[in-house]
């Protein structure tokens, strides 16, 4: 059985929390790369959510997710964890993390600048 990357996604109801997680060790361990987290809504395209600079510590934020999403790294578990506060029912998708050696502002929200290697975990939120 091939081990999980994201976990952590449910259904909640509007103005729920959730914490996903993305296991990361060659990133976390090595104090290096990005881990990004986007999400895809039926019918819509990947977006990003956030995104880390793990080695930098630099990380970069959707407007629409300022001040209720935080990602941030746990060493202990090795993993990139997003906590999602006061979710919206437009947080809705499926949530992916993706992988790259290096980020900065011109590319830390581009699909196409990461690795997805897993299946995602799925958010719904409920009005």
């Known amino acids: 059985q091939v081990p999980k990357v994201e976990s952590g996604g449910g259904s909640v109801e509007t103005g729920g929390s959730l914490r996903l997680s993305c296991v990361a060790p060659?990133?976390?361990?090595?104090?290096?790369?990005?881990i990004a987290w986007f999400r895809q809504a039926p019918g819509k395209e990947r977006e990003a959510v956030a995104t880390i600079y793990i080695g930098v510590g630099d990380k970069f934020y959707a407007e629409n997710v300022k001040g209720r999403f935080t990602i941030a790294r746990d060493d202990s578990e090795n993993t990139v964890n997003l906590q999602m506060n006061t979710l919206r029912v437009e947080d809705t998708g499926m949530y992916y993390c993706?992988?790259?050696?290096?980020?900065?502002?011109?590319?830390?929200?581009?699909?196409?600048?990461?690795?997805?290697w897993g299946q995602g975990t799925q958010v719904t939120v409920s009005s």
């Open positions: 993706g992988r790259a050696s290096y980020c900065g502002t011109a590319n830390w929200n581009r699909p196409s600048h990461f690795e997805f």
């Open positions: 060659g990133y976390t361990q090595r104090n290096w790369g990005c």
